[in-house]
């Protein structure tokens, strides 16, 4: 089993950044994808960047590429996700998966954190 715990959400001006945590338990997150989503109230949960086991290969949704960057550390059993330039619509919960399959549909991750408010002011 993998339990996340995210961390890092806040209140921010536009433009300003923030960087969310993810810690894993569990000894077998180094080899899941891992994976960002955020929701907004009264809208679907959205894909925001992935992460393969490997960190060889990164992907972005095109709302926040050249803003946001994922990385992780598997020595610290963690995955970041830097958010630079923040909008007023990046407002949401933020949500960190881990999975086998990754990518950008949340039905291919296996685990999920419980979130974190990110809430972004004009």
């Known amino acids: 089993q993998v339990q996340l715990v995210e961390s890092g959400g806040g209140l921010v001006q536009a433009g300003g950044s923030l960087r969310l945590s993810c810690a894993a338990s569990?000894?077998?997150?180094?080899?899941?994808?891992k994976g960002w989503f955020r929701q907004a109230p009264g809208k679907e949960r959205e894909f925001v960047s992935t992460i393969d086991w490997s960190g060889s290969m990164t992907y972005y949704a095109d709302s926040v590429k050249g803003r946001f960057t994922i990385s992780k550390d598997n020595a610290k059993n963690t995955v970041f996700l830097q958010m630079n330039n923040l909008k007023p619509e990046d407002t949401a919960v933020y949500y960190c998966?881990?999975?086998?399959?990754?990518?950008?549909?949340?039905?291919?991750?296996?685990?999920w954190g419980q979130g974190t408010q990110v809430t972004v002011s004009s």
């Open positions: 998966a881990a999975g086998r399959l990754g990518g950008s549909r949340w039905r291919d991750y296996d685990y």
């Open positions: 569990g000894r077998t997150f180094s080899v899941l994808a």
